[in-house]
């Protein structure tokens, strides 16, 4: 079956301090991963995307994410994390239907 | 300047109402989807579209009801027979159908009293 997992629901981090959110996928074959963000009330903004290419995928914000299919994981990562990164972060996978499939999310908190 | 718009922002409803949700892209995308987010939940899909005049149920399409006559707008209606309506609603739209990249809404919140 074709699932996506986000391990955590909530990660806490030190502004300044790495943030690394993780995400794992069930596939048979490798799919189109995204990360989305979504702040409180707002809609989703795509933060970067992986299609084959590069298996290291830069976003926006200096977040990246990086593809390893022998893990079929694609967590993503920020060297340092920063107060307007708090927000909830969500693993989608397109596993080449018409739709997406979401993780639960991730709510990311920063601590001054 | 391009993208998707929904309103209202806040949609308060009483029980046994009907009540339609605003979905309008100036994209030129093809595709539209509505999709319902409730707490600690990832998204899920109502109905989607792929083109003027067609589209087709999702996940959890009971009690919603949608068309599209304007290649720019898919309203979604939230009828009375949805039993537990109020939750986050987002709309999204892609250039085709199947075509990975999805881009969204800024979300309509609603709340039956």
């Known amino acids: 079956a074709q699932s996506v997992t986000q391990l955590d629901s909530h990660v806490s981090v030190s502004e300044g301090t790495p943030v690394l959110l993780r995400c794992n996928y069930s596939?048979?074959?490798?799919?189109?991963l995204f990360w989305y963000v979504q702040h409180p009330n707002k809609g989703l903004q795509l933060l970067l995307k992986?299609?084959?290419?590069?298996?290291l995928v830069k976003g926006i914000n200096g977040f990246e994410a990086e593809f390893k299919k022998s893990e079929t994981s694609f967590h993503l990562t920020k060297p340092s994390a920063h107060m307007s990164d708090a927000a909830e972060y969500f693993c989608v996978v397109h596993f080449g239907n018409e739709k997406l499939t979401f993780g639960t999310g991730t709510r990311l908190t920063i601590i001054p | 300047d391009g993208g998707i718009t929904q309103s209202p922002k806040y949609l308060f409803r009483k029980e046994g109402q009907n009540v339609t949700l605003s979905c309008e892209q100036n994209?030129?995308?093809?595709?539209m989807y509505w999709y319902r987010q409730d707490p600690g939940q990832g998204l899920r899909l109502i109905y989607y579209?792929?083109?003027?005049?067609?589209?087709q149920k999702g996940d959890i399409a009971e009690g919603y009801s949608v068309s599209r006559e304007k290649k720019e707008s898919f309203p979604l209606t939230v009828t009375s027979a949805q039993k537990n309506p109020t939750a986050f609603y987002l709309c999204?739209?892609?250039?085709?159908?199947?075509?990975?990249?999805?881009?969204f809404g800024p979300g309509t919140r609603l709340t039956v009293l």
């Open positions: 992986y299609t084959s290419a590069a298996t």
């Open positions: 999204a739209s892609s250039i085709k159908l199947g075509t990975d990249t999805q881009y």
């Open positions: 579209s792929q083109i003027v005049n067609d589209f």
């Open positions: 596939s048979s074959y490798s799919p189109s």
């Open positions: 994209l030129n995308h093809d595709a």
